[in-house]
Structures are given as C-alpha cells and as structure tokens.
C-alpha cells in the first residue's frame, strides 16, 4: 500500500489503524504577495512528503494524510483583510474532537503544524488529549533559518510550491526586527501595528531554488521526529536533537 489522501478513500478501503497526519495552518493575511493559504500549502505539503519518506523507510506502514485544518487563531493578523481566524478555544476544541473521533479507528495522530499562532492551542489540546490516552502529538514545519512571517523562508517555499499564486511584483521588505525583540508589540498591537504591509522579515531575496532546500529540510526533520516518537510536556515530538523542538 502506498501513502494516500484520507478523503480521497471509501471507508472499506481505509488500513486497520492507521497513523494519520493532519495538517495545520490557517488562512491569513502574508503581505501583499503571498496568498492566504500560505500556512495551510506548506503544512500540507511537509505532511505528504513526510508520509512519502515514512512510506520509504517502511513500506507495509499504514499511513493517510487527512485534509487540512485550513483555520487556526490569527488573531494578530485581524488589522488585515482576508483574515479569517477562529481564536484560540475554538482551534482547541475542534483539534480534541477531531482526534476523539480519529481515534475510534486510527492509531497515532499526529498534527503537522504550519502557522505559529496556532502553537499554544495545539500544545494545550495534545496536552489534554494525552491525559485522556489518546496517542496523539505534533510537530512543527520550520528550520533554523526561518524569518518570523512572510518574509525569505515562506515566500522561498511558495515561489517553489505555488508560483503562480506568488506576486514577487508587490513583494516589500517589512519588519525585520528579531521576534523575541518584537514581541511585547506585537502581542499589544498585532502584526499591522508592527509591519504596515504585514510582513516580517525580508521577501526580496525569495528563490524557488531555497524554497525547495527549505522544504527538504523540514520534510526531513518531521520524519525524523515521528520516527524518534518521543515527546516533550507539551506534546510536540522530538528531533534527535530535543533543544530543536517546537516549544521550549
């Protein structure tokens, strides 16, 4: 059996208990020159080339890709049209029931995570599901050299995922301050109270080229983390490296 969509099978067709990656973004603003989708493409993608390599270190592994959660909790991102955010107790409550009702004929679940608005919420949701059994955990898209929002890393990726979608015409440098450093203001004011345009970091300097590195990359470090199976106290699986992480 090779790795397929969920959606895409009659119930009889589905394996006996599969391992079942979920992909998690959001639909949100990315400056002038990414679409909405940005968080749901690339989770999605980083979930279907992860089964593909998974399928390749164990082919008789039973494994589905499930449809993509395509809303989180932008909140900060409200100051700007298109943002369609379903706060933080919706996106908890939506991550619980739906692995209550994977689990009835799943085994593991794991949520691939694209947008960093949604970290607390998940942790929280895996937290609460894993007191209640259920084999659930999560695991973020992102490598070291990730800007904080819409800027080199994710305009990279989708100049190589979507590049029709991609308008490198309207594309500005924002914000490129170093979150930790921009935090308190961007909790208080929200991204456009930061970055008029919406983007933090640089685009500008985008290529396919990196975009196709970078997804290796975080391809490669998700495999790596469902294979080690260990998780941290918020439910976030571990690289062979744990200080690499989704939180500290």
Same mark, same amino acid.
């Given at each position: 059996?090779?790795? +397929? %969509? ?26 002038? &020159?990414?679409?909405?989708?940005? =968080? ?10 992860? /089964? ?9 592994? $039973? ?5 993509? #959660? ?21 996106? +908890? ?12 004929? /799943? ?7 694209? &947008? ?17 059994? &259920? %084999? $659930? ?8 050299? @990730? %800007?904080?929002?819409?800027? &080199? ?14 308008? @490198? ?11 930790? =450093?921009? @935090? ?7 991204? $456009? ?8 970091? =640089? ?14 990359? @975080?391809?490669?470090?998700? #495999? $790596? ?6 998780? %941290? +106290? ?8 744990? /200080? ?5």
């Amino acid at each position: 059996m090779t790795s +397929r %969509d969920l959606a895409d099978l009659p119930w009889p067709a589905l394996p006996p208990s599969p391992m079942v990656l979920v992909p998690l973004g959001s639909t949100e603003q990315h400056g002038p &020159h990414l679409p909405l989708h940005t =968080d749901t493409t690339i989770a999605t993608a980083v979930a279907e080339g992860a /089964a593909a390599g998974l399928r390749g270190a164990q082919p008789d592994r $039973a494994l589905l890709v499930a449809p993509a #959660v395509a809303y989180g909790a932008s909140g900060e991102h409200q100051g700007f049209c298109g943002t369609a955010s379903i706060g933080h107790e919706a996106l +908890r409550s939506l991550l619980v029931e739906l692995v209550r009702s994977l689990s009835l004929w /799943a085994g593991r679940v794991v949520f691939v995570n694209g &947008h960093g608005g949604n970290l607390p919420t998940v942790a929280a949701a895996i937290s609460q599901l894993r007191y209640e059994r &259920h %084999d $659930a955990s999560w695991v973020p898209c992102a490598v070291e050299e @990730m %800007d904080a929002h819409a800027g &080199h890393a994710e305009t990279s990726l989708m100049l190589h995922l979507a590049p029709r979608l991609v308008r @490198m015409g309207q594309a500005e440098a924002g914000n490129s301050t170093p979150l930790t =450093d921009l @935090m308190p203001r961007l909790v208080a004011e929200g991204v $456009a109270g930061v970055s008029p345009c919406g983007v933090l970091g =640089d685009p500008t300097t985008a290529t396919a080229g990196e975009g196709r590195r970078i997804l290796t990359r @975080m391809i490669g470090d998700v #495999v $790596a983390r469902v294979e080690h199976g260990q998780v %941290d +106290r918020h439910g976030c699986l571990l690289s062979s490296d744990p /200080a690499a992480s989704g939180l500290k």
